[in-house]
């Protein structure tokens, strides 16, 4: 199959390689990103064609890096764009919609990005991936890897959760603890991709990796029938997924499926790791790295490799770069559960308690479309939010016993969320 993609290319000096694992240019230390024959995807890319695609990220496969369709195919993605009408009355916000990206293979959007880089991975004839994480990317990785059969090697820090691990070990992964601090394992991590054909997923492919955070944008636009929306709401770690879905709207203009990409970018980030927030108040541009401390661990990232480029995005389209603390996310995961019935981890707690805040603000028109990105889903996470629900009543096996606490709840004029009151 001819490709569309023509190698990578450094997004600061326009420095080009093949394609080939590498994430920084050897000429100015810049990222690298995938290089596309953009011509050829306009003469491609259909709103038909893509209609008529799989009903996952591979509707979009004019627009990701794979060079053949051997897919590593758990179908990520194509999740629903859901209006969150019960919530939105309680924010203030009018028409407010929430992409429900808790419904993936392994409930992440980290699924969209590894399934593009595993993909990638096996094209680029690795055998072994691997990567330095306890949370949604191993969970992603090791799901991919299983999937594909590719050897995965999951690096974690000595003693760390064994119950979270769970659910990332349940797919077979090579699971290594490390012992001491996290920049030795971070340094353990870079000795063996300089001297060993290890695909680090978020590291020496991370060019790949990126690129299927670019879905979360082309399924937006498409699910408000090629219509750009207003606001796009985004939690930010890295800045990564800000970053991309960036670039899917400015794709989506070049390849005329979009009349325009007008649309602001808010960015999201919990108080207790916020170093791209902290650099949007500070009107600076020089992000700060910080030692992270919050229950929002999919979102603590210290040292955000797309910090800079997440920041200039939000102020080159007004948006706002707001941070909440683990407090606010605990009663946003709570809010979204009760309002819409949807489950979050953390991030999407972050979200729902952003949005509040950028609606106290009067940042929303009456007249704009919000898009809300919930990322992950709650049952990652139990131990979160054990202390904010409430526990069974307990009642006898009888109709009167039934009946006599029914009563005693109506009294109490049940408030929602609210604890029962006695
Ligand atoms: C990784 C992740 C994000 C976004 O992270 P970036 O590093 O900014 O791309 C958001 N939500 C969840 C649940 C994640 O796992």
Request: charged share 20%; net charge positive; glycine share 8%.
């Amino acid at each position: 199959m001819l490709s569309n993609v023509t190698g990578l290319i450094c997004r600061e000096c326009g420095n080009t390689v093949d394609m080939i694992a590498q994430n920084q240019c050897d000429v100015c230390f810049g990222p690298m990103d995938v290089n596309y024959n953009y011509a050829r995807i306009k003469k491609l890319v259909t709103k038909k064609r893509i209609r008529k695609g799989p009903a996952n990220i591979w509707r979009y496969k004019e627009f990701l890096p794979a060079q053949t369709e051997k897919y590593v195919d758990l179908a990520p993605g194509f999740t629903p764009l859901q209006r969150a009408e019960r919530l939105g009355e309680e924010l203030g916000i009018k028409n407010l919609l929430i992409k429900n990206d808790t419904i993936n293979p392994t409930f992440s959007c980290k699924d969209r990005m590894v399934c593009v880089a595993m993909t990638c991975a096996i094209e680029q004839n690795f055998e072994i991936v691997a990567c330095a994480s306890t949370g949604n990317l191993a969970q992603s990785l090791a799901a991919y890897a299983a999937k594909s059969g590719l050897k995965s090697y999951i690096f974690v820090p000595a003693g760390s959760n064994e119950i979270r691990l769970s659910s990332t070990n349940i797919y077979d992964p090579i699971l290594l603890g490390v012992k001491g601090d996290p920049s030795q394992l971070n340094k353990l991590c870079s000795e063996i991709m300089l001297n060993s054909n290890w695909g680090f997923i978020n590291v020496n492919l991370r060019p790949y990796y990126a690129e299927g955070a670019k879905t979360l944008a082309y399924e937006v636009a498409e699910q408000l029938d090629w219509k750009t929306p207003d606001h796009l709401v985004i939690p930010m770690g890295s800045g990564t997924t800000m970053t991309k879905i960036h670039k899917g709207f400015q794709e989506m203009v070049d390849a005329e499926l979009l009349r325009h990409a007008r649309v602001t970018f808010n960015g999201v980030q919990s108080t207790g790791c916020s170093p791209i927030v902290k650099a949007f108040n500070a009107k600076s541009e020089l992000i700060q790295p910080e030692a992270p401390s919050t229950i929002a661990k999919s979102l603590a990232v210290g040292n955000p490799a797309d910090g800079y480029y997440a920041l200039k995005i939000i102020r080159g389209s007004d948006g706002l770069a707001v941070s909440v603390t683990d407090k606010d996310i605990r009663a946003g995961i709570k809010l979204l559960a009760r309002l819409e019935g949807i489950f979050a981890e953390p991030a999407g707690g972050a979200v729902v308690a952003a949005l509040g805040k950028m609606a106290a603000l009067r940042h929303f028109k009456a007249t704009d479309t919000v898009v809300a990105y919930i990322t992950g889903a709650g049952l990652k996470t139990p131990d979160i939010i054990k202390d904010i629900v409430p526990k069974p009543r307990i009642i006898e096996p009888t109709v009167d016993s039934l009946d006599a606490a029914v009563a005693a709840i109506n009294r109490a004029k049940h408030v929602p969320g609210a604890p029962d009151k006695e």
